[in-house]
């Protein structure tokens, strides 16, 4: 039988006992059958007739295809803001254009193809959409159950970077693989197998849960993501599920529906903070987070990322003004923590406690504040608080990629170098990828004698950010490490320069003069956790979230 999308002006014929499927946009519900496709008067007409006229309809046919192909991948003209509802292929073009936004990668992520069609078909059930979700959502959840996949940390970056649906898919199909997921890979993945049983869900971002006592997304960096379905059609209200953690839909306290452009900002953001951390790509990472602000404004997530590539790249009025839009647009647990950061450039260890407290006022489960605790802990050499707030981070998010290298400044503390080498060897082992951790890494095996390791360690640094960085990157490593620590071979001491500091900075505050103050943990903003410091330099007055920081500071963040 022959049928025909009205969708995208495609015909193709289907056969088979189950429902057909336009082979373009995967929809069930915009076919209409042709009636007299095949049929027996074609039969009875002459041999060269029927040659010919089979010809004009095949070339018609290839025509309306290659047409209806073009038509689905170009632009069309949109004007104001994108809707929340399934864009077709042409309008994300169109928004994408509209905001400056060139890339031919983007709109596969609503590719419903392959092995998300398949999955869709199999396992969205039912005669609502409510139904078809819930079976689906059930299918994925099953999957977790399998090992299919895990949860990865939100405060670390991920080699590979962020995944399209159809590259997902095919990772459930596998018992016992133990793919490391975000959540924003596997909600999306829902939210486009949905669209192919024509569900009109959207993606969502879960702000907070019911009862739940650490923020869903703890780094700040990447958000929490659900699916979302109108609970009437055509309606703007929506059921939030979750099928990254299998949460109900009424314990999502908080959230916000993000059109597809808004989705394709969260997927531009994920590919700035590997970008930067994973990769060392500064230039690569502002230019991604940049688009990812043009696509969602409203995102903390996007402008925290933001603020903290432009602190690297040395715009330190910008990178404020960005910090405090995203404090602006939500004061959650996670921009308290970075308002805290702040404060504690600026010497003011009041506000920086006053926000940390805040954090965990609602959140006394928030890892990545204890740990913040734990550096100020350290940097005023009070071990025993030190060492409670670590644990209370360890116990919080025991895969909190801040803990091996927290505890090595405490066995530092303690003066045992041995043990603090070795912790620093766990650093290296679960987060190679990461040129922050490898630097911190370094300066703690420079303090426990292990200079050949330093050296590797300072080399395989340098080797990983892009040749533009290198120079900068070569005098932060011979301020950090000594000046033989790119050489190789030196003497069986490295002396670092008069006055240098950990890559943490906490443990050697200065006392505030309106010169210069630094912040470690400041790198975690952004795709780790130690190895970087907030740098503030110069003076003045200025108002708003900031607590007070004038335009005339330049926000560095340091590796």
């Known amino acids: 039988m022959k049928y025909l999308c009205v969708q995208c002006d495609k015909s193709f014929v289907h056969d088979g006992p189950d429902r057909p499927r336009c082979p ?24 060269q007739r029927t040659l010919f006229v089979g010809g004009l309809v095949l070339a018609a046919v290839a025509f309306a295809g290659a047409y209806a192909l073009w038509f689905r991948n170009a632009p069309e003209a949109v004007n104001g803001e994108p809707e929340k509802r399934p864009l077709r292929s042409g309008e994300v073009l169109g928004f994408l254009a509209k905001e400056g936004v060139s890339d031919a990668t983007l709109p596969t992520f609503f590719d419903a193809s392959g092995a998300t069609s398949d999955f869709a078909s199999d396992h969205a059930k039912g005669d609502s959409s409510a139904s078809k979700t819930k079976s689906l959502v059930a299918a994925i959840r099953a999957r977790a159950s399998k090992q299919a996949f895990v949860p990865w940390s939100p405060s670390t970056p991920r080699e590979p970077a962020v995944r399209a649906p159809s590259a997902v898919f095919p990772l459930l199909a596998k018992d016992g693989g133990r793919a490391h997921l975000f959540p924003l890979e596997v909600a999306l993945a829902a939210v486009v197998a949905l669209r192919a049983e024509d569900v009109p869900a959207m993606l969502a971002e879960v702000i907070r849960f019911e009862a739940e006592t650490a923020p869903p997304d703890p780094s700040g960096k990447f958000g929490y993501y659900g699916v979302a379905v109108p609970t009437k059609p055509g309606g703007d209200e ?63 997530n996007a402008r925290g990322v933001h603020a903290s590539v432009l602190s690297f790249s040395g715009g330190g009025p910008e990178a404020l003004r960005e910090f405090e839009a995203a404090s602006s647009i939500r004061l ?18 009041d506000g920086a406690n006053k ?30 608080g030190a060492k409670s707030e670590i644990e209370a981070a360890e116990a919080a998010d025991s895969d909190l990629p801040s803990l091996p290298l927290l505890w090595a400044d405490y066995h530092m503390l303690q003066g045992d170098m041995e043990l603090a080498a070795k912790f620093a060897d766990k650093a290296l082992a679960t987060a190679r990828h990461n040129w922050q951790v490898r630097l911190k890494a370094a300066w ?55 006055g240098a500091e950990s890559p943490e900075g906490v443990a050697a505050l200065p006392e505030a003069n309106g010169e210069e103050f630094k912040l470690g943990q400041g790198s975690s903003l952004l795709g780790g956790d130690t190895g970087g410091g907030l740098r503030l330099q110069g003076g003045g007055s200025g108002s708003g979230a900031t607590g007070g920081l004038g335009d005339d500071f330049q926000l560095k963040l340091e590796p």
């Open 355 to 384: 926000h940390i407290a805040e954090a965990l006022r609602d959140h006394p489960d928030f890892g990545e504040a204890h740990a913040l605790l734990a550096q100020i802990r350290l940097a005023g050499r009070d071990s025993s």
């Open 444 to 498: 703690v095996l420079r303090a426990a004698g292990r200079y050949d390791e330093m050296r590797v360690e300072a080399k395989r640094v340098l080797d990983a950010v892009p040749a533009a960085q290198r120079d900068v990157m070569k005098q932060t490593i011979e301020q950090l490490l000594g000046p033989t620590a790119l050489e190789d071979s030196g003497p069986s001491e490295v002396a670092a320069p008069s």
């Open 24 to 47: 373009s946009c995967m929809r069930v519900s915009s076919l209409e059958e042709m009636k007299g496709a095949g049929g027996t008067q074609a039969s009875k007409r002459p041999p």
């Open 332 to 349: 959650d647990p996670p921009r308290q923590l970075f308002l805290a950061q702040i404060a504690l450039a600026r010497q003011d260890l």
């Open 238 to 300: 929506y059921d939030i599920f979750d099928p990254y953690a299998g949460r109900e839909p009424k314990s999502v306290a908080e959230s916000r529906v993000l059109t597809d452009i808004q989705a394709l900002g969260a997927v531009l953001n994920h590919r700035a903070v590997h970008a930067y951390a994973v990769e060392g790509k500064t230039s690569e990472a502002l230019a991604l987070s940049e688009k990812a602000v043009a696509l969602d404004p409203l995102s903390p």
